[in-house]
């Protein structure tokens, strides 16, 4: 598809809500009259490499990448797939990559990038592609279904105190975006052979579970032998891409692997080891 | 013993990424600022000489020991401690990954399609192995070093500060917030309880835990900072030792 130009007169040509004279206010306060090119790496399913497409968009003030895709969308593109829900970094939808990193579409505001250049969002590259923006995750929720799940303690009661579900708490912030799994250059290009590594995302996961005070699992073994833990070199991409600010690398997967070496490689500690058993 | 893994990473062409910032600088800066300090540390440690001044003794050479049948310099004797401890530490692991073996260079920048097996190859799966011992060893090396700083306020039996003690004093300040950042440290002393309520002490080590975290926050930070501040030290007695500059006293 040409670049477009946009039309001079933007709010008649974009959708009204109707009767919403607020909206349109604030449209008004909104404009900033300059315009600036999307380009978007568009494909339908399978393609990996795609092809580029610019699209002039009209800068808002505030406006954030995911705005522009559906600018371009509505006004240059119906055809355009993208997959987004709550527009506020909680559901982890709109996961894809703008300029090269990883990022949810909603929390990158166009103001952080220069205008002057166009910008670039391309669908995630670890998984198959869909159709344009649109990736296939479902390697993700196959992976999760072997994490071993929770089970209760039937020892103590079930009572804890907030420093006891803490490094859990953390863990639980995960939206599931994948944007982690994106990034990990473990992952990263492998289509759709992935190796015997769960991701960043399922370390984090089975971490949330193993510091759990009482579930009585330990997944240790788990993820240092299907999980693949190993495999990681803490180069810590997948904590500099997450939305969430869970720290990835320090919180989830460097704990676990030392719980590894504690459980299987520490010669010295297996003299303290109590057959094996889970920790306190 | 674990069967290797073996994962095929990377893409078609080196360096292939969309990124539009200069996602090179951060590990060229690492490979450089890394090759900077090996290239000095190997000298100074080979040298054999000028490493004390008046109260002041080089980080390098400290302890000092030197069996009289030993040819070589006597920092062979405590070097291979905090060598070994930054090896394997879990930051410059990251650090010489991304830097030397570009595996990845930066994120979502690709490297060239090879067989990788990450930390599960005969060497690299016990980089976290030895990483505690070598943590407990340098303990020991860092107890040292506040002694060798707090001499180094010992002016021929009377009380002095001289720029040195201050250098000194900062260097083992910087290592000690290094140490104290170390991700295995922080696993010893509360990352591996489960629940800190249920365990023994469990007060006691959510305490410390909470202590550890916020060094380790810091860890890349003191581990660039204490590097060169070894490097400082050494090079700051050194200089004084040869009459290159003069120790200025402060008290």
Redesign the interface.
């Known amino acids: 598809m040409s670049t477009q130009a946009a039309p001079e007169d933007a709010t008649s040509a974009t959708t009204r809500y109707e009767g919403s004279v607020r909206d349109e206010a604030l449209r008004a306060q909104a404009r900033t009259g300059r315009t600036f090119t999307l380009r978007i790496n568009r494909g339908e399913h399978g393609d990996s490499a795609g092809r580029w497409e610019s699209y002039d968009v009209e800068l808002a003030a505030g406006m954030v990448v995911l705005d522009a895709v559906l600018f371009v969308q509505a006004k240059h593109a119906p055809d355009l797939a993208v997959r987004w829900n709550c527009k506020a970094a909680k559901c982890g939808s709109c996961a894809a990559?703008v300029?090269?990193?990883?990022r949810l579409l909603c929390k990158t505001r166009l103001e952080d990038f220069n205008l002057a250049?166009p910008v670039?969002v391309?669908p995630m590259?670890t998984f198959v592609r869909i159709k344009d923006l649109v990736t296939d995750v479902s390697w993700n929720y196959r992976v999760n279904e072997k994490i071993i799940p929770f089970r209760a303690r039937t020892d103590?009661p079930w009572k804890?105190?907030q420093?006891?579900v803490e490094k859990a708490q953390e863990m639980r912030q995960c939206i599931e975006c994948f944007l982690c799994q994106d990034?990990c250059?473990?992952l990263?290009?492998?289509g759709e052979?992935k190796?015997?590594?769960f991701g960043p995302r399922f370390f984090v996961r089975a971490a949330g579970l193993?510091?759990?005070?009482?579930?009585a699992e330990d997944r240790v073994g788990q993820l240092?032998?299907e999980g693949?833990i190993?495999?990681?070199?803490?180069?810590?991409?997948c904590t500099?891409?997450c939305p969430a600010n869970i720290h990835i690398t320090?919180d989830a997967i460097?704990?676990e692997?030392?719980?590894?070496?504690?459980a299987?490689?520490?010669p010295?500690r297996g003299i303290f080891r109590r057959n094996g058993a889970?920790?306190? | 013993m674990k069967t290797t893994l073996v994962a095929h990473v990377g893409a078609p062409g080196f360096g292939r990424t969309e990124r539009r910032d200069v996602w090179w600088l951060e590990p060229l800066w690492a490979a450089v600022g890394l090759a900077i300090f090996v290239a000095y540390s190997t000298w100074a440690a080979l040298v054999g000489n000028n490493f004390a001044f008046g109260p002041y003794q080089s980080p390098f050479y400290s302890p000092y020991f030197k069996p009289p049948w030993w040819p070589l310099s006597a920092s062979i004797f405590v070097l291979w401690i905090p060598l070994g401890f930054r090896l394997s530490c879990y930051y410059y692991r990251k650090a010489y990954y991304r830097a030397y073996f570009l595996s990845p260079p930066a994120c979502a920048v690709s490297e060239p399609k090879h067989e990788y097996t990450g930390e599960t190859g005969v060497l690299l799966r016990w980089l976290p192995v030895v990483h505690r011992w070598f943590l407990y060893l340098s303990i020991l090396i860092l107890i040292w070093l506040w002694v060798d700083a707090i001499r180094a306020f010992d002016f021929d039996g009377s009380f002095g500060i001289g720029v040195g003690t201050l250098v000194m004093l900062l260097n083992v300040v910087l290592l000690t917030a290094f140490t104290l950042g170390c991700h295995a440290l922080r696993s010893l002393v509360g990352g591996n309880v489960r629940c800190f309520s249920c365990a023994p002490l469990g007060n006691a080590r959510y305490g410390a835990w909470r202590f550890v975290t916020r060094f380790t926050g810091m860890h890349p930070w003191m581990a660039w900072f204490s590097l060169y501040s070894v490097a400082l030290c050494d090079l700051y007695i050194r200089l004084c030792a040869m009459g290159a500059i003069t120790d200025l006293r402060i008290v």
Do not use: W
């Not at chain 1, 300029?99 to 990883?102: E, L």
């Not at chain 1, 692997?257 to 504690?262: H, L, Q, S, Y």
């Open positions: 990559e300029n090269g990193r990883p250049e670039l391309q590259q103590r804890f105190y420093r006891d990034v250059h473990v990263r290009y492998s052979e190796p015997a590594f193993d510091f759990h005070p009482m579930d240092r032998g693949g190993g495999l990681c070199n803490i180069t810590k991409c500099e891409v320090d460097i704990p692997k030392e719980r590894a070496v504690d299987f490689d520490d010295f889970p920790k306190p």
